[in-house]
């Protein structure tokens, strides 16, 4: 018995790390297409993807935690890259998290106009989403060591809000679409709890066995 209780405990941790180990990378996308008004800081464009608790790119994956943010990408339509400021915001109902992207570009950067499929992304390497030389074309690339911290640990389900305003006045602009890439992985304790209720099934299991044959050499005798 002894054994036993040890290879399953074995068996568990495995599992477990395995469990916590293994993260999915999923996307989801909008395109809003919405205006954002111009020289208003305190009412801009705001774009929604909710994900539902049962989300079917979620399907398999017990009680799902985000381990990271991996990418947020976004266009922006015309306007002055040095007027915008981006926030991404999470609310699950019980609790809430943001984290400012972008804010009001300074130097050479101000001065292009929109944002074509540019990433923000928190691994670390050298951005390649530079002012262009014409201030007319939008910056494009990526956009490396944004802090996405806050939303580690956190269920991915809920409202993801891209809220977008434009601080000073000029010409306006449209968010045109945006996604979010999230590397999701099972809650490890519910995990744990799973696998915990296994073991003491088998257990019951193997010791019933046991005393139904101990009972039975008793009667033999």
Known sequence: MKR???????????????????ASLITWSASPGVSIPDNSPNAGAASDIYIAPGDSQLTGILNPS??????????????WDGDYKLVLSHT?????Q??????????GAAANSGFNNVTLSPASGSDTAVASTS??????????????NPFQHISPTGDWLLYVTDNAAGDQGVLSGWSLSLDVVPEP???A???FGGMMGILAFARSRRTRRLFGENLKC
Do not use: H, K
């Open 135 to 148: 201030s007319t074309s939008p910056i494009a690339g990526t956009c490396y060591g944004i802090d996405f």
């Open 98 to 107: 943001s984290v400012t992207l972008v804010n009001m570009l300074l130097g």
């Open 4 to 22: 036993i209780i040890r290879n399953l405990c074995v068996a568990a941790a495995v599992v477990c790390g395995a469990c916590q180990g293994e």
């Open 193 to 195: 709890l799973w696998i």
């Open 66 to 79: 985000v381990t990271s943010v991996a990418s947020v990408q976004f266009t922006i339509t015309g306007g």
């Open 92 to 96: 699950d109902g019980t609790a809430s």
């Open 189 to 191: 304790v519910n995990v």
